[in-house]
């Protein structure tokens, strides 16, 4: 295959000539690898086996070697795509009580939502839109939309889903060449250098997903990026090794191992603090093709719901406020001259409106301090809004390096852009908007005190 492909490649001569230094013609690579795994011949599939699930964004500490800690297994896991209808359905099923209902495997953990009661579980996307159902016969619950694209995101990318998308419009496939390493193990060399193209598309309008072919004509990793509040332009992968490929009939090949990375395969810190990435994977080896049921219809509950940004306000005692609303709530607490808020949960919508709240009920008082509890990324995603502001976050010491290098910083967001990286103040790289916690902090006005304390040993973060 290799050689019919390369063949290919030198009978387009005018092709060649046009394209710059350093790029190929996508059509051939395109083509030979979609003969390969017969992907004309695909409609739709159905994957079964066991998987895990990362818990993306909630590690007890960001630390060398400190993957996502795993949730409780995914047994008689089932997976269906249909690539002409554009559904997906994923069934499980997961011991209770341990997890949001919401949450299925990755990103997307949000504490403070409902738990999940029942062990059967299913999560469903049909074009836009996206919910899920804690076990039989339950009312659907629908997904906020940057979740639901995200899982239609997820139909594409794995070798039929990406090929298929390369042809679609709009696709604009550009291909290159590399040489890549790859482990052979510890008695013999540690790396052979094997020749690849790269090929990258458009998925969905806006992500610019790459695929990994092989020598193989095999696609070995699918790589795009996707918003994160946190993390930013974060990496978003799955990998495929040749031996998982296996032969279902008519000419059709699909891997049975899945191996998803969100976050950066990064143990040793070489290019962040934050080393977690395995965010799910199994083996997933019953593959039923083309079993196409009729495709799953969208829910009225779904199709009208409305996502909006509500910030409730309650009085604690005078000139302290409980700002609720949502899953995770805030503090303001006013002092003689400026105002601290306790907590910057979710992501920059939320932050922003609490915000907005606290310049109503503390007009003309700048918010000095933000009081930060701990690093799960459930309660840190606006810790970059209250930086835009002007506010200096407090915080455990043990976090103050995963926030400078991998959250605080001059990183471009190119997905999603927040207000600190369209308008980066200089504070930024000079440092003066931190105040790093031991044992102890106080603030205090002369009549009103607050006191900020490191609480140890916890099993659910560490720098608390």
């Not at 998925?203 to 193989?216: C, F, M, P, Q, W």
């Not at 918003?227 to 090949?253: C, K, Q, W």
């Not at 290019?271 to 083996?283: E, L, M």
Request: hydrophobic content about 35%; some cysteine.
């Amino acid at each position: 295959m290799a050689a019919i492909l390369m063949g290919g490649l030198l009978g387009r001569p005018v092709a060649a000539q046009e394209l710059p230094p350093g790029y190929l013609d996508p059509g051939p690579i395109l083509q030979t690898a979609s003969a390969v795994i017969g992907v004309a011949d695909l409609r739709c599939v159905s994957i079964s086996g066991s998987a895990y699930a990362g818990m993306v964004g909630q590690q007890r500490l960001n630390g060398y070697e400190v993957d996502w800690p795993r949730g409780r297994p995914l047994t008689n896991y089932t997976r269906t795509m249909n690539w002409e209808t554009g559904t997906m359905v994923e069934e499980f099923d997961r011991e209770p009580g341990n997890n949001p209902a919401s949450w299925k495997h990755g990103l997307g953990w949000r504490g403070g939502t409902p738990i999940q009661q029942n062990a059967r579980q299913r999560f469903m996307v049909n074009g836009e839109y996206a919910w899920h159902v804690d076990g039989p016969g339950n009312e659907p619950v629908p997904a906020p939309p940057e979740e639901a694209e995200r899982w239609q995101l997820d139909m594409w990318l794995n070798p039929h889903g990406f090929l298929k998308a390369a042809m679609m419009p709009g696709a604009d496939p550009k291909a290159a060449w590399r040489w890549e390493l790859g482990e052979m193990g510890r008695d013999g060399a540690t790396t052979v250098p094997e020749k690849v193209f790269i090929v990258s598309i458009t998925v969905l309008g806006k992500y610019r997903v790459d695929a990994t072919i092989n020598s193989e004509n095999l696609l070995q990793r699918i790589h795009t990026w996707v918003p994160d509040p946190v993390l930013g332009d974060m990496n978003y992968e799955h990998e495929f090794t040749n031996a998982s490929y296996v032969d279902i009939g008519n000419g059709v090949r699909f891997p049975t191992g899945w191996h998803q990375h969100e976050g950066w395969d990064d143990n040793f810190q070489s290019q962040s603090i934050n080393a977690g990435h395995n965010a799910f994977g199994g083996t997933l080896a019953d593959i039923r093709a083309n079993e196409c049921d009729d495709p799953v219809a969208v829910p009225d509950v779904v199709r009208q719901a409305e996502f909006s940004t509500v910030v409730t306000t309650r009085e604690l005692t005078d000139g302290v406020w409980l700002l609720g609303g949502s899953s995770h709530n805030s503090v303001a607490v006013e002092f003689d001259d400026y105002v601290a808020v306790v907590e910057a949960p979710l992501d920059e919508s939320r932050s922003l409106a609490v915000i907005d709240e606290v310049a109503r009920l503390a007009p003309n008082k700048p918010i000095r301090f933000l009081v930060n509890t701990h690093q799960h990324h459930d309660h840190i995603g606006g810790l970059r809004t209250y930086m835009h502001i002007g506010a200096t976050i407090i915080t455990h010491w043990k976090n103050y390096e995963f926030y400078t290098r991998d959250v605080l910083n001059y990183a471009p967001r190119t997905l999603a852009p927040d207000m600190l990286s369209l308008w980066p103040p200089t504070e930024l790289a000079e440092g003066y908007q931190y105040e790093t916690v031991r044992e102890n902090y106080w603030l205090n006005d002369g009549e009103r005190s607050m006191h900020i304390s490191y609480v140890h040993p916890l099993t659910h973060a560490e720098g608390m």
